[in-house]
C-alpha cells in the first residue's frame, strides 16, 4: 500500500523586501500501515541526516533534510557560503530524479516558481551551485538517490510557489491581512496536489507549518478547494486534522506547529522556498548594485531593510521605493 506525503512551508513571510515564497514536497511512500505517517528520516537514514551535527560527523556523502533555518548559514560566514547546505539539498533531491540545474533560471523553472516581472528580478542566469561543486552534488544525488531507490520512496513534486511584492501587497489590501498571501500560495499546491491525486485512489497526507495562532481552518480549505469538504478530526493550538471528503483516496490534511521538525517533505518544502527567495533576492541585490557599486546586500528583513532603503535613496524614485516595500 502506498501513500502520497507531501509537505508545505514558507520562506519570507516577515521581510519588509522581497517575495515571499511557499514550497511543496511530494513523495509517493510504498509499504505504509495505512494509519500512522512514517519517519522519512528514518527510512531513508543511509542518505540523509536531519542536522548539521550528524551531516558534519557523516563520511559518505549524505544530505541535511532540516528547517531551511537550520541549514541556512550566516552571511558574515567567510569559510563557506552561506547556502552551501541549502543548495546541496535541494539540488541533489533534483538531480536525484533526472533533473539538472546549471543556473538559477533552471532552478525556477524545475519548481515552476515564476520570478516576478519586476527588473530586479531579470537579468542573466546566474551558475549554481553557488557553495558546492558539481562533483559534490553530484556525489550527493547518488548518495540520495541509492537511499530513496533501496526506500522504496519517489519524490513526486518538488515546486515552489512565488508571491510577489505587488501581489502581497495587494491581497493585504483586499483582505487586511498578510496571512492571507501565504494562503494563496498553499490554495495553488493544493489544487495541484487534487489535480494528481483526487481521483486517483491512493491515500494523501498532506502537512503544512500552522499559520500562525490560527487553528481553524476549514473553511479556508473548502474555498481553496472547490468541491471538496474539509471535515475537522480535531482541532487544538498545537495540532489541527482534517478529511477531505470527495477524495477518492484517504485523505487528511494536517496543519501543525513546527511541522518542519516532525516531518521530512516540510522541511524538505521549507529548504526550496527558502533556497528560491535566496536566489531571488540575490538577482535584487545585483540588480540594484549596477547603479550603485558601493551598496550592501540586504536579505529584506526589517531592521536591515530600513537601512538598505535609505543607502539605496539616490536611485530610488518614489514609484519604484513604493513597489518595493511589502505592507503589513
Not at 57 to 83: C, E, F, M, Y
Not at 92 to 111: K, R
Not at 220 to 238: D, F, V, W
Amino acid at each position: 500500500m502506498a501513500l502520497i506525503y507531501c509537505g508545505i512551508d514558507e520562506a519570507g513571510y516577515g521581510p519588509m523586501l522581497g517575495p515571499l515564497c511557499v514550497g511543496l514536497t511530494c513523495f509517493r511512500v510504498e509499504s505504509w500501515d495505512g494509519e500512522h505517517v512514517p519517519d522519512l528520516w528514518e527510512r531513508l537514514s543511509a542518505g540523509v541526516c536531519r542536522n548539521l551535527k550528524e551531516l558534519r560527523a557523516d563520511k559518505r556523502g549524505k544530505v541535511a533534510i532540516a528547517d531551511s533555518k537550520q541549514l541556512k548559514l550566516s552571511n558574515q560566514l567567510k569559510t563557506k557560503h552561506p547556502l552551501v547546505h541549502l543548495e546541496r539539498t535541494a539540488l541533489a533531491l533534483l538531480a536525484s530524479v533526472g533533473v539538472e540545474t546549471p543556473d538559477d533560471a533552471h532552478l525556477f523553472s524545475a519548481l515552476g516558481a515564476e520570478l516576478p516581472d519586476e527588473a530586479w528580478y531579470g537579468g542573466e542566469p546566474s551558475a549554481l551551485p553557488v557553495g558546492n561543486s558539481p562533483a559534490e552534488i553530484g556525489i550527493a544525488a547518488n548518495v540520495l538517490g541509492s537511499a530513496l531507490k533501496a526506500a522504496k520512496i519517489q519524490p513526486e513534486e518538488l515546486a515552489t510557489k512565488i508571491v510577489s511584492e505587488e501581489r502581497f501587497n495587494q491581497i493585504v489590501r483586499d483582505t487586511g491581512t498578510k496571512s492571507e498571501a501565504t494562503i494563496s500560495a498553499i490554495g495553488q499546491h493544493l489544487r495541484m496536489i487534487a489535480t494528481r491525486w483526487k481521483d486517483s485512489g491512493e491515500d494523501v497526507r498532506i502537512v503544512c507549518d500552522r499559520l500562525g495562532a490560527r487553528k481553524s481552518y476549514g473553511s479556508m480549505l473548502q474555498r481553496e478547494l472547490k468541491g471538496t469538504k474539509a471535515i475537522p478530526l480535531y482541532e487544538s493550538p498545537e495540532r489541527s486534522i482534517y478529511t477531505l471528503e470527495g477524495w477518492a483516496g484517504d485523505t487528511k490534511i494536517l496543519f501543525e506547529t513546527e511541522a518542519e521538525n516532525a516531518h521530512l517533505p516540510v522541511a524538505a518544502a521549507s529548504i526550496y522556498a527558502k533556497l528560491t527567495r535566496e536566489l531571488s533576492m540575490a538577482r535584487f541585490n545585483r540588480y540594484f548594485r549596477t547603479m550603485l557599486p558601493e551598496l550592501k546586500p540586504t536579505a529584506g528583513y526589517y531592521t536591515d531593510a530600513r537601512r538598505w532603503l535609505q543607502d539605496a535613496a539616490t536611485v530610488l524614485d518614489a514609484p519604484t521605493r513604493k513597489k518595493l516595500i511589502r505592507l503589513g
